[in-house]
């Protein structure tokens, strides 16, 4: 056993997830405890300070102002580190019966120990003995019944464990909303409030299977829906009547969606309660519930593997002329510099020397020339592929055959490698669009 300062000392970060601070006579018999005999049993602490076991102690130390306190120094894992943290703690439960806490820290020994996920069960501190159910409910203090309860209650949102933190919302009423997903939970909290808590164990228990049935029906709806998307992307005139049945089928389960139910708890809250101010939200709830169940079927957009393809292949294409304008731009910044150095060499020479002709070297000459080439490819290109997918997007909606644009846009997509070739092709490319379009008599496109 070593003393430590007291000012090197910190609480562990899961200290309040766990427990609650002593307070009261319990506390106070504590201090004086230490106020008289001093710290006996040392703090329990990481190589970094942070106290395993020994918070209430730290607590006093600084109250009463003792500047070393004993500790022992365990250095082990972050995962062994909370272990000890629960394991060292064990006088400190009967001052602490908020539920979440005793949650939490069931839940970290059912993972510690591997019980919830079927692991080996063995103990790190006992190898060969196999951990259960059991073992985590004599380790908090409560049956086993209780036990399995308050591990499902972890999975509440944060608003509800705060109810059932402070008493308001009982643990197995708390267990039956556990079992809906989060963003149900949170629906229902945003709906009805800290009203939720006033519903028997038997109602919520039944709202859990009214809300439960609804989530399965929304999802049979999401099913539904992709097969009637797909049927009508086929267009066969045999599948008329099976999408008939698959729209009315969809219609039926929209009117009993999750979101639906979730409304009428909340309308049927507030016709109990009775108050005037709530007539105008009764009023908005009936309209919102009577559109819910009345909306028309949604058409679920099924894009087709050869379109998803073209839209990777503009994507991709895309990336390559951002990489080209860039170097472009460097190609033309180099001109820019070696340009100023060329007008500075003549003013030099216009200073102090007779002026002489000077002629500018080939190679310049021939990136000037080749830098002016790319701009005005680069202009008609750009031109020419806001005129490709204006075509494609339209015909393509319309049915129309736009094969032949698509396939002579990526073989005329590289015109002119060398200098200014293959502008011809291009313009004579851009003339064979115009008279398609007349043809097919979209004059929209012709601007």
């Not at 995962?79 to 019966?97: F, K, P, T, V, W």
């Not at 501190?125 to 499902?152: F, H, V």
Request: with cysteine; aromatic share 6%; hydrophobic share 35%.
């Amino acid at each position: 056993m070593s003393e430590m300062s007291i000012h090197r000392l910190k609480r562990h970060p899961k200290n309040e997830e766990y427990y609650a601070d002593l307070t009261g006579e319990k506390y106070e018999e504590l201090k004086r405890s230490i106020e008289v005999h001093g710290i006996r049993d040392p703090l329990k602490i990481l190589p970094d300070g942070t106290i395993l076991a020994g918070h209430q102690r730290y607590r006093i130390a600084k109250e009463l102002g003792i500047e070393q306190v004993p500790v022992a120094i365990y250095d082990v894992s972050p995962e062994e580190a909370e272990y000890l943290l629960i394991a060292d703690n064990e006088e400190r439960r009967g001052e602490d019966n908020d539920p979440m806490r005793k949650a939490r820290r069931a839940k970290f020994l059912a993972e510690y120990w591997g019980v919830q996920r079927g692991g080996d069960r063995r103990s790190k501190d006992q190898i060969g003995l196999l951990k259960t159910l059991d073992d985590i409910a004599d380790s908090i203090g409560e049956s086993k019944t209780n036990t399995k309860r308050l591990i499902k209650l972890n999975n509440l949102i944060p608003e509800l464990q705060a109810l059932v933190s402070s008493g308001k919302l009982g643990t197995s009423a708390a267990e039956q909303l556990a079992y809906l997903s989060p963003e149900i939970q949170r629906t229902l909290y945003e709906a009805l409030g800290e009203e939720i808590a006033n519903r028997t164990f038997a109602e919520t228990k039944e709202l859990r299977r009214r809300l439960e049935e609804a989530e399965r029906r929304d999802q049979e709806t999401a099913r539904l829906q992709a097969e009637l998307a797909e049927l009508r992307e086929q267009g066969r005139e045999e599948d008329r009547q099976k999408i008939e049945q698959l729209e009315r089928r969809i219609r039926d389960l929209q009117a009993q969606s999750w979101r639906v139910v979730t409304l009428e708890q909340e309308l049927t809250a507030l016709r109990e309660r009775g108050r005037k101010e709530d007539r105008e939200r009764i009023a908005e709830l009936e309209q919102e519930i009577e559109e819910l169940k009345n909306r028309p079927v949604e058409r679920v957009e099924v894009v087709p593997d050869s379109v998803q393809q073209e839209i990777e292949a503009w994507k991709r294409r895309a990336v390559e002329i951002e990489q080209q304008k860039r170097e472009l731009e460097s190609k033309y910044q180099a001109t820019e510099q070696l340009l100023a150095r060329y007008e500075q060499k003549i003013q030099e020479l216009r200073q102090g020397a007779p002026v002489v002709q000077l002629q500018v070297p080939p190679a310049l000459q021939k990136i000037e020339d080749e830098h002016e080439a790319r701009v005005q490819r680069r202009k008609l290109y750009t031109k020419l592929e806001r005129a490709v997918m204006d075509i494609w997007t339209v015909c393509h909606q319309t049915d129309g055959d736009v094969d032949w644009v698509v396939d002579e846009f990526y073989r005329q997509q590289r015109v002119g490698p060398n200098g200014m070739d293959g502008f011809e092709e291009v313009s004579a490319f851009m003339a064979k669009i115009v008279d398609a379009l007349h043809a097919t008599q979209r004059p929209r496109l012709l601007k």
